[in-house]
Structures are given as structure tokens and as C-alpha cells.
């Protein structure tokens, strides 16, 4: 029901239902307490009331109505996009441009998930690096275009500072969650690389910016989204690296239009191999899935993220002020329904999810330093790192799995049977449990499935394998 009369920011009073966040679901697993305390949470729950307005409270300190202020903007500009477009295409939009993703079915988030282009839903590297750099070319591009301009000052750290700003603002309606953060403090580190002349793309400002993250945010290292984003950043950029060493020279201003053309679709499938190849012993490790066609779904999807959705977005922002959004909008919401349609496509082919049984630490880490050792040397003894790598993949298959598993509150029990995979009773709210020990189990039947199946039958006295 909708809330009359309410803005962020407004002290309310309301009854609710607290308790402690919880643990994790077996031992290993995603420690949402964990994650709560690094985040300031200490209790979830939800209301037993509609929340009403408290007239006694007094002023709402000075850094909570910053907040608020930035809040009732980003519900103003998800309002102007609920003008223009409807249904999915609006609430896609309304992620990309605010970060809030409460809107997207969740038929919708499955696809993409599927499909492996969950990432574009979640504002992070490769948006702020495609809004950046946008801003960064287009203040560039405009001060060229007067001589006058071009030819006195360094326009390009002009533009580096424009760019710099306008992700900060990105950062700002774009709900500032802890993802966003850690990409604007990358992307910054790299404009002021350009400040100081010093090359944009490089590892060691790879490395710094890691270093700046790991300083203000040390529980970062064991955060996945962390882990997995810098995988891939250090992947690519160290493929960008080997590649421009080749290309560097005389040859390079040889290069056609059709040949400059092929390296530009060449870069794109080269960049989804490398990055999807680096963070899939991340997501076996810790989601205990692949998806098997990922790479064709971000050769498709990437591009006109890149080139149409994430372009026009930044042109929304910036005709919104004069209500020339429509237009911007319009371009957008085809490109959405363009990725849209992608997602669905690759995750309804045969097999598009491979389910994992969790892998061992010691077979993460070896596939962890070969892949580093790959990457962050030069010389040809670099490659040694493959050594590393199947030493982590053949080491994979070896985790030992449990043959009784018991829930926190000792109501839901799972026992393996002699097929090899787990059977439960049925457990009043045990069905999230359940899906995470599947899950770890490598077993992609749905709770409902493995509690009908049979396996256990119980009487006053206790219960057996049937």
C-alpha cells in the first residue's frame, strides 16, 4: 500500500519484528551477519504496521538530510522515467540510472543471472567506466572544436576533471552502494593518472586502487563482488597490455578502416573471453554455478550496452533539467528491450546453467596465484601460471561432502543417500536453507522436489533411510 504523505527523510514511527541478522547456512558459506556489521546493519525484520509521521521528532542531523535531499532526486528522476517508459523497460532504466532495482521481476533478474549478464543490472565498473568516459570524450571533443581553446590549454586534463566530476555525480544518484563506490574510486585513481600524464590504463593503477579500496574498506578482501571485480580488471587490463605491446609501432597507422573495424569487434570478443574466463573460478567457488553461454550472451549484450543504453542514459541526465529526457529515453528503453530479449534467448538454451559441487580452498587458490602469476609477469616464464591453474582443476573434484547436515535451529535435517545426492524432511521456513546447501552440493533440483522425493521415513521413534 502506498505511503500518503511520507519523503525520505521524515522521522516516522512504526511497530516491527527485529531480530539478529543471520548466520551463515553451512559452514563456509555467505555470512550475511558478516556483511550486516560491515554495513552498519544491527537487526532485520520487517513491519507489523504502516509507518505514520513523527511530529515530535526534532531536525534530522545535517548529513541525513544531505541524504534525503539526494534520495527525493533519485525518486524524481525514477518518476520522469516511469513518463516515458513502462513495465520492465522502466524499472531497468530506473537501475541503471538510480541503482534501485526493487522494480525488476524477478523472472527478469533469472534471465539475466542465466544468461550471465547479471552484471549489467548492478551499477559498477562498466558503467561508471562507460559514463566516464563518455563525459571524458564528449569535454574533450567540445573544447577541440575551438581552437582557440585547444591549442593553449590541456583540454585533455580539462576533460579529466569534467569526467571525474560527472562520475561523482553518477556516484551520488546512483544510491552510492558499496559496488558503485569501489568503481568511482577506481575510475578516479585513472583520471588523475591522466592529470599527472601518466598512462590511464596500467596495473600498477590497478594495484593502487585496490590499495585505496583494501585502506577504507579492509573487510573488502573477502567480499566477493571485490574479488570478482578485480579479477576481471586485472584480466583485462593485462590482456590490454599484451596486446598494445604487439600493436605499438609503425604497423599501427597502417591499420585500414575494415581492419581498425575488426579490432574494434576483435577487442569486444577478446575482452569477454578474458574477463569471463577470470572470474569463472570466483563464481565455482562462491555461487557454485556457471553459465555455460555467458560469453556469447555479453558479445551480444555488451555493445549495445555500451554504444546505446548506457550513452543514452547519460543523455537522459543531462536533458532532464530542460524535459528533453523523452527522446534519450526512447533510445534507451529499445536498447534495454534489446539486452532483454538477449537474456531470455541464451538462458532458454539447453544446459545454459552448469551447477558445481563446491570446490575446495586449496584447489581456489592455486587456480588464484596461477592465474596472477599469468598475468603479472612479462617474460615467457609467465606462462608457468597454467601449471598453477590445472593443478586448481584437478584438485577441484576432490572436496569432501557431508553426509548429514543439520539447520541452525535443528529442525530441517538432509541426509545422503546412496545415489550420491541429499534427502530432507520437510521444515516449517527451511526452504532457503535447503536451496544453499543444494546449491553447495552442486544439485539443481528445487527444495519442493527433495522434500517429495522420499528418501526418509519417520515415526515416534526416529527416522530411516527409506
Known sequence: KKLEGLAAGDAITARVHL?????????????FARHAYFSGIGAVGYALMLP????SAGPAPFDLRVSASVQRLRQAIGAR????LSGETAAIAKALITGERGGIPEATNAAYRDSGLFHILSISGLHMAVMGGAVFFSVRLLLALFPTIALRFAV?????????FGSLCYLAISGTSFATVRSFIMISIMFLAVLLDRPAVALRNVALSALVILVLFPESVLDVGFQMSFAAVVALVAAYEAVRDRLEGPRRTQFGIVMKTGLFFGG?????????AAVTPFAIYHFHKSQQFAIIANLLAIPICNLMVMPAALATLVAMP???EAGPLWVMGLGIDAMSWTAR??????GAVGYLPAIPTAAFALMLAGGLWLLLWHARWRFLGLAGIAAGIALAPLAPRPDVLIGRDGALVAVRTESGRLTALAAPQSRFELSRWLEHDGDSRPPAEVFASGGMSCDALGCMMN
Not at 534467448?345 to 539447453?350: C, Y
Open 19 to 31: 531480530a539478529p541478522p543471520a548466520g551463515p547456512a553451512l559452514p563456509g558459506g555467505f555470512d
Open 322 to 324: 530542460l524535459g528533453l
Open 52 to 55: 505514520e509521521r513523527d511530529a
Open 268 to 276: 569486444i570478443i577478446l575482452s569477454t573471453l578474458v574477463a569471463s
Open 81 to 84: 522515467v516511469d513518463r516515458v
Open 345 to 350: 534467448q541464451v538462458a532458454r538454451l539447453p
Open 156 to 164: 585533455k586534463k580539462w576533460a579529466a576533471l569534467a569526467a571525474a
